[in-house]
């Protein structure tokens, strides 16, 4: 694999993590607990939208073949998505929710941080840019976190069973493969070893403030990001983000 296939990939895990995390919020406009947190999660969940087009714009001309950040979003199928499986994954509740976007933030803070001093300098600008709402991602998810987990027995439950069934989900952040490695190698993104070092420390901070238990389960779940398998759950989210342009191809407004 060249340096600029590995770039290829490794903006696509970029792009494809907030595009599809941003569908999933989106999910929730006008379902919102309380009208403040329904209004909160649309905000989010368009700065993650906003976030994957300068993303994918980048991979599209890195690529070169000519395609643009509408077709990568709206023309790949499932097995050509690069997004991490936690994202992928339902938002069940309002709890579910809350956790599965605090698992990513803790993990997407410090790869930013990371990011934001790139040799890459197109790259470093996006990262510069996204990690101002990036940081507000992650004190918004932390809050509720330890809100809803100290909170009344039936929020502390809610959460804890959350905690449970999601952890399974972040090995995968933090492990290195080979676009991984090759991307620190070239001082273009952070070795993961130290975003896991900062990911761990985040974790166990506030889910402890949170009066929360850290699971340690047996497995882990992985194979999204480089695209060795999906959940079930990315192909009902295909279907419903890129329908117009699969009924109307190459429509112009």
Known sequence: MTTKEATFEYLLRLGDNALILGHRLSEWCGHGPVLEQDIAMTNIALDQVGQARSLLQYAAQIEGEGRTEDQLAYTRDVMQFRNLLLVEQPNENFAHTIVRQFFFDAFNFPLYQGLARSKDEHLKAIAEKSLKEITYHL???SEWVIRLGDGTPESHKKMQDAVDELIIYTGELTTADEVDLMMAEAGIAPALEQVHTAFDERL???LQEATLNRPKPSYMQS???????????LGYILAELQFVQRAYPN???
């Not at 194979?223 to 759950?233: F, L, P, Q, S, V």
């Open 139 to 141: 004190r918004y998810s």
């Open 251 to 253: 429509m112009e407004w």
């Open 223 to 233: 194979g999204g990001k480089d695209g060795r398998m999906h959940t079930e759950y």
């Open 204 to 206: 166990n901070a506030v």
